[in-house]
């Protein structure tokens, strides 16, 4: 069992910064993903990086603006949010991938004002 809490929302204006934060009990060899999810809207890919944290990809939405990483020292993966816009605005999940099965967390929520 893999246990991930999630950290580092809160609300700001737009245009600004965020840096949330993953953690993850137990040695972090897992590739690792964040999801979202606005009100009323299905959970959406935002990013995603290897075990090794090598790769990563992203969502275009996010593309140029986050910047998905990871410390395995820690056991974090982080999630660096610039240039923050109102559509932003969701509970941000962090997601592990572990063979055939997967794991959330309980979520961090993010919230862009005008």
């Known amino acids: 069992q893999v246990q991930l809490v999630e950290s580092g929302g809160g609300s700001v204006q737009a245009g600004a910064s965020l840096r949330l934060s993953c953690a993850a009990s137990?040695?972090?060899?897992?590739?690792m993903a964040w999801f979202r999810q606005a009100p009323g809207k299905e959970r959406d890919f935002v990013a995603h990086?290897?075990?090794?944290?090598?790769?990563?990809y992203y969502a275009d939405s996010v593309k140029g603006r986050f910047t998905i990483s990871r410390d395995n020292a820690k056991n974090t993966v982080y999630l660096q949010m610039n240039s923050l816009k109102p559509e932003d605005t969701a509970v941000y999940y962090c997601?592990?991938?572990?063979?055939?099965?997967?794991?959330w967390g309980q979520g961090t929520q993010v919230t862009v004002s005008s």
């Open positions: 997601k592990a991938f572990i063979a055939a099965a997967y794991y």
């Open positions: 137990g040695q972090n060899r897992y590739a």
């Open positions: 990086i290897s075990s090794g944290g090598r790769s990563t």
